[in-house]
C-alpha cells in the first residue's frame, strides 16, 4: 500500500451557518443532586445442579456463617459440599428519591469458580453504599440467559455467560438516600456536557417562561435557578423547567475512529479545508517455483533441485480529488467512495488530512 499525498492549498474556508435545533431541557440537563447510587454486596447462591464451587475456602467459610445466624451449627472438621453452593459478588443501581420497601433489580456474578448459576437461589445479602451503611437487602431466584455443556472427556460448549444472572425486583430498600434537591435554596442545573453556549441558551430559556432573574448561567456546565422553598412548589418549578424547549447551536466538529474495527462516524459539522487527496495501491507478487536439472547420460553429473524466483509489480491508477472549500460530510463520503477507500484506508486518510491542517474538526481515536 503507498502513502497517501496531502496537498493542502490554503487557509480560506467557507462556513455555513449552523441551523439551530430545539431540545428539551430535561434531555440535555438534569438538577443536581438527582442522581442514581451505586450499591454492592456479598453473598451466596443455593440449589445449584452440581455447577458451584466445589471446596473454595472462602465460600465454605460463608455458608457456616450462613448456617450459623439460622441456628445451625456444623461440627469441627466437617465442610459442606459446595457443589451446589457459590460466592458470588452483588451489584445494584438504587435510583433517585427511592423510598424504602421499594424494589430494585440486582445482577449477581459469581465470584470463585462456579461453572453456571442456573437454577439458583440467592440468600439474603445486605448491599452497601460508599459510605458503608447497608441501603438494600437481595434475594430472590435467578434469572440465568446462558447455559453451558460438558461432556465425560473434557469436551464443553458454552453459550452466552452462565455464571452470571440477575433478580428481578430482588432487592428491599430499606434505607433512603438524603437528596439535595429537598433542601431549601437555590437549584443548580447540570449540563449532561459541558457548553458554555447551551447554558447561555438555557438560561434565557428559563428567564423567557419563568420570568427575568431566575436563572442564571455559572459555568458552562451549571445554570443556578431561584426556587421557593415549599417542597410543592419547588417540584411544580421543576417539571416546568424540564419540559422547557431550548434552541441549541451545532454541536462540535468531531470525527470519531475506531481503531480495532475500522468504523469512523464524522460529525455534520465536520468542514474540510481546499486539499487535493491522492490515493493509490502498490501490490508485489514473489513466485517461487522448482524444476529439476538432469545431466547427460555420459556427464558422470548429478541431478539437482534448481530454484525460480519471479518477482511481478503492478500499480493500480492513482486517483486524486479535489475538496472545494468549506466542503461537509456529503462531499467527504462521496470524495472517499471516488478513491476506493477501504474503513481502513479512510482512517489513513482522515489523519493525514488532520496532519495537514485541512480537518476542521476533533479527531478522536478509541
Same mark, same amino acid.
Given at each position: 500500500?503507498?502513502?497517501?499525498?496531502?496537498?493542502?492549498?490554503?487557509?480560506?474556508?467557507?462556513?455555513?451557518?449552523?441551523?439551530?435545533?430545539?431540545?428539551?431541557?430535561?434531555?440535555?440537563?438534569?438538577?443536581?443532586?438527582?442522581?442514581?447510587?451505586?450499591?454492592?454486596?456479598?453473598?451466596?447462591?443455593?440449589?445449584?445442579?452440581?455447577?458451584?464451587?466445589?471446596?473454595?475456602?472462602?465460600?465454605?467459610?460463608?455458608?457456616?456463617?450462613?448456617?450459623?445466624?439460622?441456628?445451625?451449627?456444623?461440627?469441627?472438621?466437617?465442610?459442606?459440599?459446595?457443589?451446589?453452593?457459590?460466592?458470588?459478588?452483588?451489584?445494584?443501581?438504587?435510583?433517585?428519591?427511592?423510598?424504602?420497601?421499594?424494589?430494585?433489580?440486582?445482577?449477581?456474578?459469581?465470584?470463585?469458580?462456579?461453572?453456571?448459576?442456573?437454577?439458583?437461589?440467592?440468600?439474603?445479602?445486605?448491599?452497601?453504599?460508599?459510605?458503608?451503611?447497608?441501603?438494600?437487602?437481595?434475594?430472590?431466584?435467578?434469572?440465568?440467559?446462558?447455559?453451558?455443556?460438558?461432556?465425560?472427556?473434557?469436551?464443553?460448549?458454552?453459550?452466552?455467560?452462565?455464571?452470571?444472572?440477575?433478580?428481578?425486583?430482588?432487592?428491599?430498600?430499606?434505607?433512603?438516600?438524603?437528596?439535595?434537591?429537598?433542601?431549601?435554596?437555590?437549584?443548580?442545573?447540570?449540563?449532561?456536557?459541558?457548553?458554555?453556549?447551551?447554558?447561555?441558551?438555557?438560561?434565557?430559556?428559563?428567564?423567557?417562561?419563568?420570568?427575568?432573574?431566575?436563572?442564571?448561567?455559572?459555568?458552562?456546565?451549571?445554570?443556578?435557578?431561584?426556587?421557593?422553598?415549599?417542597?410543592?412548589?419547588? %417540584?411544580?418549578?421543576?417539571? !416546568? @423547567?424540564?419540559?422547557?424547549? *431550548? &434552541?441549541? /447551536?451545532?454541536?462540535?466538529? =468531531? $470525527?470519531?475512529? +475506531?481503531?480495532?474495527?475500522?468504523?469512523?462516524? %464524522?460529525?455534520?459539522?465536520? !468542514? @474540510?479545508?481546499?486539499?487535493? *487527496? &491522492?490515493? /493509490?495501491?502498490?501490490?508485489? =507478487? $514473489?513466485?517461487? +517455483?522448482?524444476?529439476?536439472?538432469?545431466?547427460?547420460?555420459?556427464?558422470?553429473?548429478?541431478?539437482?533441485?534448481?530454484?525460480?524466483?519471479?518477482?511481478?509489480?503492478?500499480?493500480?491508477?492513482?486517483?486524486?480529488?479535489?475538496?472545494?472549500?468549506?466542503?461537509?460530510?456529503?462531499?467527504?463520503?462521496?470524495?472517499?467512495?471516488?478513491?476506493?477507500?477501504?474503513?481502513?484506508?479512510?482512517?489513513?486518510?482522515?489523519?493525514?488530512?488532520?496532519?495537514?491542517?485541512?480537518?476542521?474538526?476533533?479527531?478522536?481515536?478509541?
Amino acid at each position: 500500500m503507498r502513502g497517501l499525498v496531502i496537498f493542502a492549498a490554503g487557509w480560506i474556508s467557507l462556513f455555513a451557518a449552523a441551523p439551530s435545533q430545539a431540545e428539551r431541557i430535561k434531555d440535555i440537563a438534569r438538577f443536581s443532586g438527582v442522581r442514581s447510587n451505586a450499591l454492592t454486596g456479598y453473598g451466596i447462591v443455593v440449589g445449584l445442579s452440581g455447577t458451584g464451587d466445589q471446596n473454595l475456602e472462602f465460600t465454605i467459610q460463608s455458608l457456616k456463617s450462613a448456617a450459623a445466624r439460622l441456628g445451625v451449627l456444623l461440627p469441627p472438621g466437617i465442610n459442606p459440599q459446595l457443589k451446589n453452593a457459590a460466592a458470588v459478588m452483588i451489584t445494584a443501581e438504587l435510583p433517585p428519591f427511592a423510598k424504602p420497601g421499594q424494589r430494585i433489580d440486582v445482577t449477581v456474578s459469581a465470584l470463585g469458580q462456579a461453572k453456571s448459576l442456573r437454577g439458583g437461589t440467592l440468600l439474603m445479602s445486605p448491599m452497601q453504599g460508599a459510605d458503608g451503611e447497608v441501603y438494600a437487602l437481595a434475594q430472590g431466584n435467578l434469572a440465568v440467559g446462558g447455559f453451558g455443556a460438558e461432556g465425560k472427556d473434557g469436551s464443553k460448549i458454552v453459550v452466552g455467560t452462565p455464571s452470571s444472572g440477575r433478580v428481578p425486583g430482588g432487592a428491599s430498600v430499606e434505607r433512603a438516600v438524603a437528596s439535595p434537591f429537598a433542601a431549601p435554596g437555590p437549584l443548580m442545573l447540570d449540563l449532561n456536557e459541558p457548553d458554555f453556549g447551551a447554558a447561555r441558551a438555557v438560561a434565557d430559556a428559563i428567564n423567557s417562561s419563568i420570568g427575568s432573574e431566575t436563572a442564571r448561567a455559572e459555568d458552562g456546565i451549571s445554570i443556578r435557578i431561584n426556587a421557593p422553598d415549599e417542597a410543592p412548589r419547588r %417540584i411544580a418549578l421543576a417539571a !416546568r @423547567i424540564e419540559a422547557l424547549d *431550548v &434552541a441549541l /447551536g451545532a454541536p462540535p466538529a =468531531r $470525527v470519531i475512529v +475506531n481503531a480495532r474495527t475500522g468504523t469512523v462516524v %464524522i460529525g455534520g459539522e465536520v !468542514r @474540510i479545508l481546499p486539499a487535493a *487527496v &491522492a490515493h /493509490g495501491s502498490l501490490t508485489v =507478487r $514473489v513466485t517461487e +517455483n522448482q524444476g529439476v536439472s538432469q545431466p547427460g547420460p555420459l556427464a558422470r553429473g548429478q541431478t539437482v533441485v534448481t530454484q525460480q524466483s519471479g518477482l511481478e509489480a503492478a500499480e493500480s491508477p492513482t486517483r486524486m480529488n479535489l475538496f472545494a472549500p468549506g466542503a461537509r460530510l456529503g462531499d467527504i463520503v462521496d470524495a472517499v467512495n471516488a478513491l476506493g477507500a477501504a474503513p481502513g484506508d479512510l482512517v489513513a486518510i482522515l489523519e493525514a488530512l488532520k496532519a495537514a491542517g485541512a480537518l476542521r474538526a476533533e479527531l478522536i481515536v478509541i
